[in-house]
Structures are given as C-alpha cells and as structure tokens.
C-alpha cells in the first residue's frame, strides 16, 4: 500500500516562528501536493512539485515556500506563522500516468496562537 | 478553468437506505473524475475515478458513481447506508490528456447516515 506520512498530526506555534511541515512518500511519485483544508472551503492548494528540486505555485502560495530536495520528501515552510494560518495541512502524492488518484497523509493540524 | 460543484453540504439518510451524493464539473476536454472520503481528523482516502470506459464505475466499501457527460456529472451512490459511511465526501476533477493534471476539489459534501 502507499504509505503518505506527515511530520506531526497536531502543531501548535506562535506568531512570528518559522514552521516546517514534512510529508514522506514511500511510492517513488513524481508529484507532490501541499493543500490547506477549511471548513466551507474544502482544499485549496498552496504548491506543488512535479520533480526533485522542481515547483510550482498553487491557488494560495503566499505566507508559505516549499522544498523538495529528495523525491520522497517535500516539505512546506511557513516563514512568519501567523494567526490565518492555523489550518488543516494535508500533503498528497501521485497523479500521474497509471493511477492518477491521488494519496494522502493523515494532515497536520496547525494552530498559530 | 476547471470547477467543481458539489450541491449539498450535508446530506442525511436513514441506515439501510439508498444514498446520493452529487457532484457536478467543468473541465476541457475530457474529464478524469474522482471521488474521496474523509474521516473526522484524518487525510482523504481514494474511493474511485472515472478515466475512460463504462459510465458506472464501482470503487471501495461497497460505493460507485456514473459518469454523465451530457449533464457533467458523477453522482456518488450506495445502494444500502451505513451508520459507518457517515463521513466527508470530495468529488475532485482534472483534465485528460493533454489538459491540466493538476486536480480541483470540491467544498465536499457531509454524509450522515441515520441508525
């Protein structure tokens, strides 16, 4: 099975702090996705990367960059945290040729306080 | 652009009773389609797509959807609900070949099935 991990179910920062969000494949996808989840809002994407070192904004990218220095791992970076980021993170897989579906870690409750 | 409208935030149905979810879509070209779950304080699970063949597709825990080209729609159904099946719904779309892979999701649709 594909097995999509996430650093931390639940986060809590303050404003102001640098936050990193990891996300770890195990299926060798070329592509990986960064979505924020908000009720009423469904996913909305921040980035997406379609190979190493290789990405591309989403519908929200602004307050967040992202880094993939290894194909199994891609992570986001909040730089400041702030108060309007305190969201649900889910970090998905796959998409290509083949399957097309996608995979998803369990996501990444973040607070910002 | 690509969109997808799921009607109804929340739909109720009694255990044992048929259920529909609907989804409806705009996409160029033709569309590959997908529907997901959502359990409370979990990540989505896939539970089946359309990419090309038989307009009803069948997917995991009992579930399928048509595909209606004329109506763009890919309604998810389930012949008997389950108390188990309560849980958020995404119907997501993306372009086919030659079209934007990248997917769009819907607002997603809260099932609550009734004992």
């Known amino acids: 099975d594909v097995k999509v991990t996430q650093s931390s179910r639940y986060l809590v920062k303050r404003t102001g702090e640098k936050v990193f969000l990891e996300c770890v494949q195990d299926?060798?996808?070329?592509?990986m996705f960064w979505y924020r989840q908000d009720p009423g809002l469904g996913l909305r994407l921040i980035y997406f990367?379609?190979?190493?070192?290789?990405?591309e904004k989403g519908d929200i990218p602004e307050g967040y960059s992202v880094s993939r220095e290894k194909k199994e791992r891609f992570s986001l970076i909040l730089e400041s945290a702030s108060t309007n980021q305190t969201s649900m993170y889910l970090c998905a897989s796959g998409g290509t040729s083949g399957s097309y579906e996608q995979y998803f870690g369990p996501g990444t409750r973040l607070t910002v306080t | 652009a690509q969109s997808v409208a799921q009607p109804e935030d929340q739909v109720n149905v009694a255990e044992g009773n048929p259920l529909t979810v609907k989804c409806t879509y705009s996409?160029?070209?033709?569309?590959?389609l997908f529907w997901y779950v959502q359990y409370p304080n979990r990540g989505l699970q896939f539970l089946l797509k359309y990419i090309t063949g038989d307009n009803l597709v069948k997917g995991s825990y009992g579930f399928e959807a048509e595909f209606n080209k004329s109506q763009t729609s890919f309604h998810l159904k389930k012949p008997s609900a389950l108390v188990s099946d309560s849980a958020l719904y995404f119907c997501a779309v993306r372009g086919g070949s030659g079209g934007s892979y990248i997917p769009t999701f819907g607002r997603g649709t809260s099932l609550i099935v009734h004992p």
């Open positions: 299926m060798d996808h070329e592509n």
């Open positions: 996409v160029s070209g033709n569309p590959y």
């Open positions: 990367s379609y190979d190493v070192k290789m990405k």
